[in-house]
């Protein structure tokens, strides 16, 4: 009966030390460690778990030096697979001061956790190593020391300048290569004008009488049949074609036309697409309509 009652204490001393179940229904001896699954033998009793830490660190940079998920992190890991977590802080030091020039080296190097579990309370503990490293709300704060590699920094800073060398020196050849295409484009577009205009003069110097002679007998049309014909100006589209020197122009009149001078509306007329070759200074009618005003007596 003694002993029965013994137990009972024990029990519950036991158990007025550990945290409120978890949604495992596992109790565990720390807030930051969690029990998000377990495995059951045939009388009920845990053979497994799967355990997570939920833990944050300060300076936050110290956590790049861990792999969560293999320090159980940010997954939870299985205690028949690993019972015992180590962090090494310092494991990339050396490499990280020959690689960057500066490296934190931080205290303590490691910490170690070690899982179990007590299917008489139902509950699941972890042991830190060292002691009080980490606080009741899951924060390890690391004291750290930061340490130089003149030798490094200074062959990193002489690559920098290199590297903004050479990076001046293409900015500058592309400005270079941009401000030419820039030239070039404007060259080549004054170019086009410039043909553009010879091509619609040749057109006026070759074809100019027939047009005008069209829209001339088309007044008088309007006139014996006491309309009124206004011509206002005519329009010239130049279009280049494939061959080097050939022009496509279509050719049309705004005029203004009605019944009498008080009701007059504007009006187009074509005056024929025409195709104008600068090299052989031709001009060929290329529709209808053009070849209509070419063949006009």
Request: hydrophobic share 30%; glycine share 4%; aromatic share 10%.
């Amino acid at each position: 009966m003694k002993k029965t009652w013994l137990s009972a204490i024990l029990i519950l001393c036991l158990g007025a030390c550990y945290t409120p179940l978890n949604n495992s229904g596992v109790a565990t001896t720390k807030p930051w460690l969690e029990v998000s699954g377990k495995k059951l033998d045939f009388d009920g009793k845990q053979y497994d778990s799967c355990y997570q830490f939920n833990i944050h660190f300060w300076p936050p940079e110290a956590v790049e030096q861990i792999d969560l998920q293999k320090s159980c992190i940010s997954a939870c890991c299985w205690r028949s697979d690993q019972d015992e977590v180590t962090l090494d802080f310092n494991k990339n030091f050396e490499r990280d001061l020959a690689y960057y020039g500066r490296a934190k080296k931080y205290s303590p190097d490691k910490i170690t956790f070690k899982v179990t579990h007590s299917n008489l309370v139902n509950t699941t503990k972890v042991t830190v190593t060292p002691r009080g490293v980490i606080k009741n709300n899951g924060l390890v704060k690391l004291s750290y020391k930061e340490y130089e590699n003149p030798s490094r920094l200074a062959q990193l800073e002489a690559m920098s300048r290199q590297l903004q060398t050479r990076r001046n020196a293409y900015l500058n050849e592309q400005r270079q290569q941009q401000d030419e295409a820039a030239r070039n484009s404007k060259k080549k577009n004054k170019e086009e004008q410039s043909a553009e205009a010879r091509a619609k003069a040749l057109l006026v110097r070759k074809a100019g009488t027939k047009i005008d002679t069209y829209f001339y007998e088309m007044n008088k049309t309007y006139t014996r049949q006491g309309a009124v014909f206004m011509l206002s100006e005519r329009i010239l589209n130049t279009s280049p074609l494939n061959t080097q020197g050939d022009y496509s122009i279509s050719c049309h009149a705004q005029a203004r036309t009605g019944i009498n001078s008080k009701k007059l509306k504007a009006s187009s007329f074509s005056c024929g697409t025409w195709r104008v070759s600068l090299q052989d200074e031709t001009v060929l009618p290329d529709d209808r309509k053009a070849l209509q005003i070419m063949q006009q007596q």
